[in-house]
């Protein structure tokens, strides 16, 4: 039993008046020759639910100023109205058929409350779910699921029956389409998501954690420690030292006491401090030099990456004006197609000028910038190592002054005394700054300490929640074989009742959930834009929709179809097993299920047997526009043209 999910009419409000359709039976066909506003109907429904870009013919986005969709899903009846304005468009009208009550408005985008929400609750499923990816060692908590990725199981649009389902061609959407296709059916939920976007973001926390580990690593080997131990043996012998160098001193000073004068002892109290400040100064110049060293190393790298990027720059534009005369792909030759100007022959897209924003210029700019960041960090390190060196320079001129002073006034009296009290303080000063130095190196070796203990709770944390998603999953293994198979034997009935000529053999992947023709996925077996590839696109969303109406799944039961026969013009016999398989679904369980076709025309012995809404040039879609005539309106073109 699918989830009840029908459009029942579609409403627009246009320049000249007021445009409608109803969908009241099971399978609707919208018929007539190309270019009368088919797909732009198709396309505005898809605006109407907020699933996405949608592409709008002119006559849309110049003559239409609301569409009004009225749908059921489950047993709730809505109104949704949306304009077409760009800026009114944002905001979405909503009314409970059922009470005729209008609720409060809701919007097309992030903000709340927001038609996506709206939608995904009507659905039973909630708007924070996120698609991470489950194979290799992403860090991404994956992007949100919306309606608008639902809508891609609901809607088969035009450019894209003769080339892909669901945007499958996409790698990096791959994630989120099998994510959206297990909801659907039920092979996960939303607390399996859930999970799975936790290990995705510890991935990064434990990458990060690596790196810390590393680096804090690499500044403790150079300090030349081995293990936390031995630091706290130098420590402890460097306050030995610094305590036998204070009982020295008091000696010395009991000693010096009765012979030394008030002058004398204030210098050698500023000759102490001098000398201690000179180790001091030393040492800030050692680290802004190693600061500097640092900075150096960075900018030689990111130097690196922009002369890659140079390079890559460069081989565009050797590139660039080579002229194709045959497709560098399939070898056809490109000299009698016609091209309009400032287009690329090969794949008719818009030339890039000199100007065009691309993303290697971005990052370009943002490594020139970290360059220029890093220049800028270099001379203020400069700077400093130069007032460090002078602060050296000023205080060894100190001691030299102080010590001349004071040899000068003790040179009769104090010494031999004075002497062993320099070389006291000396090895005081020395143990000092020894002490501060290991007392660094062993808050790293903590450091180390507390980042492995956090990489070990992490990938603890992580192994629990793996177990947990496993646990899941296993509960729900048994749906998931029983499931597939019936998927799989479902398409591979639909596949022979369809007669596509191409097609040897057929079956379902369990693990893409995509069509496996002659043994190989889909689109590596069927040319793009043949009619193979339709007839194979309707056996899939066929199956889907049996398949989980056989197996009660809350599976939304409306399918739209832009444009099947435009490839099978002259596969009649495939053409009419289409029609008959559409027609055999709905009719299944009368209401239960709805599918909307655009078409160019039926096969004569169908067109009596479900409803069919015909249009012309003279009777557009949007008929209250007259329509220029053939040849004169901008078609929607499939994304192969």
Same mark, same amino acid.
């Given at each position: 039993?699918?989830?009840?999910?029908?459009?029942?009419?579609?409403?627009?409000?246009?320049?000249?008046g007021?445009?409608?359709?109803?969908f009241?039976?099971?399978?609707?066909?919208?018929?007539?020759?190309?270019?009368?506003?088919?797909?732009?109907?198709?396309?505005?429904?898809?605006?109407?639910?907020g699933?996405?870009?949608?592409?709008?013919?002119?006559?849309?986005s110049?003559?239409?100023?609301?569409?009004?969709?009225?749908?059921?899903?489950?047993?709730?009846?809505?109104?949704?109205?949306?304009?077409?304005?760009a800026?009114?468009?944002?905001?979405?009208?909503?009314?409970?058929?059922?009470?005729?009550?209008?609720?409060?408005?809701?919007?097309?985008?992030?903000?709340?409350?927001s038609?996506?929400?709206l939608?995904?609750?009507?659905?039973?499923?909630?708007?924070?779910?996120?698609?991470?990816?489950?194979?290799?060692?992403?860090s991404?908590?994956?992007?949100?699921v919306?309606?608008?990725?639902i809508?891609?199981?609901?809607?088969?649009?035009?450019?894209a029956?003769?080339?892909?389902?669901?945007?499958?061609?996409?790698?990096?959407?791959?994630?989120?389409?099998?994510a959206?296709?297990?909801?659907?059916?039920?092979?996960?939920?939303?607390?399996?998501?859930?999970?799975?976007?936790?290990?995705?973001?510890?991935?990064?926390?434990?990458?990060?954690?690596d790196?810390?580990?590393?680096?804090?690593?690499?500044?403790?080997?150079?300090?030349?420690?081995?293990?936390?131990?031995?630091?706290?043996?130098?420590?402890?012998?460097?306050l030995?030292k610094?305590?036998?160098s204070?009982?020295?001193?008091?000696s010395?000073?009991?000693?010096?006491?009765? &012979? $030394? =004068? *008030?002058?004398?002892?204030? @210098?050698?109290?500023?000759? !102490?401090?001098?000398? #201690?400040?000179?180790?001091?100064?030393?040492a800030?110049?050692?680290?802004?030099?190693?600061?500097?060293?640092?900075?150096?190393a960075?900018?030689?790298?990111v130097?690196?990456d922009?002369?890659?990027?140079?390079?890559?720059?460069?081989?565009?534009?050797?590139?660039?004006?080579?002229?194709?005369?045959?497709?560098?792909?399939?070898?056809?030759?490109?000299s009698?197609?016609?091209?309009?100007?400032?287009?690329?022959?090969?794949?008719?897209?818009?030339?890039?000028?000199?100007?065009?924003?691309?993303?290697?210029?971005?990052?370009?700019?943002?490594?020139?910038?970290?360059?220029a960041?890093?220049?800028?960090?270099?001379?203020?390190?400069?700077?400093?190592?130069?007032?460090a060196?002078?602060? &050296? $320079? =000023? *205080?060894?001129?100190?001691? @030299?002054?102080?010590?001349? !002073?004071?040899?000068? #006034?003790?040179?009769?009296?104090?010494?031999?005394?004075?002497?062993?009290?320099?070389?006291?303080?000396?090895?005081?000063?020395?143990?000092?700054?020894?002490?501060e130095?290991?007392?660094?190196?062993?808050?790293?070796?903590?450091?180390?300490?507390d980042?492995?203990?956090?990489c070990?709770?992490?990938?603890?944390?992580?192994?629990?929640?793996?177990?947990?998603?496993?646990?899941?999953?296993?509960?729900?293994?048994?749906r998931?074989?029983?499931?597939?198979?019936a998927?799989d034997?479902e398409?591979?009935?639909?596949?022979?009742?369809?007669k596509?000529?191409?097609?040897?053999?057929?079956?379902?992947?369990?693990?893409?959930?995509?069509?496996?023709?002659?043994?190989?996925?889909?689109?590596?077996t069927?040319?793009s834009?043949?009619?193979?590839?339709?007839?194979?696109?309707?056996?899939y969303?066929?199956?889907?929709?049996?398949?989980?109406?056989?197996?009660?799944?809350?599976?939304?039961s409306?399918?739209?179809i832009?444009?099947?026969?435009?490839?099978?013009?002259?596969?009649?016999?495939?053409?009419?097993?289409?029609?008959?398989?559409?027609?055999?679904?709905?009719?299944?369980?009368?209401?239960?299920?709805?599918?909307?076709?655009?078409?160019?025309?039926l096969?004569p012995?169908?067109?009596?047997r479900?409803?069919?809404?015909?249009?012309?040039?003279?009777h557009?879609?949007?008929?209250?526009?007259?329509?220029p005539?053939?040849?004169?309106?901008?078609?929607?073109a499939?994304?192969?043209?």
């Amino acid at each position: 039993m699918t989830l009840k999910f029908r459009v029942d009419a579609l409403t627009l409000h246009t320049a000249e008046g007021v445009v409608s359709y109803q969908f009241s039976s099971d399978l609707t066909v919208l018929a007539g020759p190309t270019g009368v506003g088919k797909t732009t109907l198709l396309e505005l429904l898809k605006y109407g639910f907020g699933a996405g870009e949608a592409r709008l013919a002119s006559v849309a986005s110049e003559s239409v100023n609301d569409i009004i969709l009225d749908v059921t899903i489950n047993d709730e009846r809505l109104r949704i109205a949306r304009s077409l304005d760009a800026v009114k468009g944002k905001k979405v009208r909503i009314t409970d058929l059922s009470s005729n009550q209008r609720l409060q408005d809701h919007f097309v985008g992030d903000d709340e409350p927001s038609l996506n929400t709206l939608l995904l609750r009507k659905l039973g499923l909630p708007s924070d779910i996120r698609a991470a990816a489950t194979k290799g060692k992403s860090s991404k908590p994956g992007n949100r699921v919306t309606f608008g990725d639902i809508f891609k199981y609901l809607y088969v649009p035009q450019y894209a029956i003769n080339r892909d389902i669901a945007d499958s061609r996409d790698s990096y959407y791959s994630p989120k389409r099998k994510a959206v296709f297990e909801l659907l059916f039920g092979l996960t939920d939303p607390e399996i998501l859930g999970l799975q976007s936790k290990v995705a973001i510890l991935n990064g926390s434990i990458d990060n954690s690596d790196t810390q580990l590393k680096t804090v690593l690499e500044f403790l080997r150079d300090s030349g420690t081995q293990n936390r131990e031995q630091v706290e043996e130098q420590l402890s012998s460097a306050l030995n030292k610094q305590e036998a160098s204070r009982e020295l001193l008091d000696s010395l000073r009991e000693e010096l006491d009765p &012979v $030394v =004068d *008030r002058q004398t002892q204030a @210098l050698r109290d500023l000759l !102490t401090e001098a000398e #201690r400040g000179l180790a001091e100064a030393r040492a800030v110049t050692l680290d802004y030099i190693r600061q500097r060293e640092e900075i150096l190393a960075e900018r030689r790298r990111v130097q690196g990456d922009l002369a890659r990027l140079e390079r890559m720059r460069d081989a565009g534009a050797r590139l660039a004006d080579i002229e194709f005369l045959v497709c560098p792909r399939c070898m056809q030759s490109l000299s009698g197609r016609e091209v309009t100007p400032d287009c690329c022959r090969v794949c008719l897209q818009p030339e890039l000028g000199p100007d065009s924003p691309s993303a290697d210029n971005y990052e370009a700019q943002q490594l020139e910038l970290q360059l220029a960041e890093m220049a800028d960090q270099a001379d203020a390190t400069i700077s400093h190592i130069e007032r460090a060196q002078q602060a &050296v $320079v =000023d *205080r060894e001129s100190l001691i @030299l002054k102080l010590t001349e !002073t004071l040899d000068l #006034r003790t040179s009769n009296r104090v010494t031999p005394r004075l002497q062993a009290f320099s070389d006291a303080t000396g090895q005081l000063a020395t143990a000092l700054t020894q002490q501060e130095q290991l007392e660094a190196v062993l808050r790293q070796w903590d450091r180390v300490t507390d980042i492995e203990r956090e990489c070990e709770s992490l990938k603890a944390q992580q192994d629990r929640l793996k177990f947990d998603i496993g646990s899941r999953k296993a509960r729900l293994a048994l749906r998931r074989r029983e499931l597939l198979a019936a998927l799989d034997e479902e398409f591979r009935k639909t596949v022979s009742d369809l007669k596509i000529a191409t097609v040897k053999s057929a079956s379902f992947d369990g693990e893409s959930y995509l069509p496996i023709i002659n043994g190989k996925v889909f689109t590596k077996t069927l040319m793009s834009g043949g009619g193979q590839m339709t007839a194979t696109q309707i056996a899939y969303w066929a199956t889907l929709m049996e398949v989980s109406r056989a197996a009660n799944i809350a599976y939304p039961s409306l399918l739209i179809i832009d444009g099947p026969r435009l490839a099978l013009n002259t596969a009649t016999e495939t053409c009419e097993a289409i029609y008959e398989r559409l027609n055999q679904l709905v009719n299944e369980e009368p209401g239960r299920i709805q599918v909307l076709v655009s078409d160019n025309e039926l096969p004569p012995e169908y067109q009596t047997r479900f409803t069919q809404i015909t249009f012309d040039y003279l009777h557009p879609t949007v008929y209250t526009i007259p329509h220029p005539g053939e040849g004169r309106v901008d078609v929607i073109a499939s994304a192969d043209e």
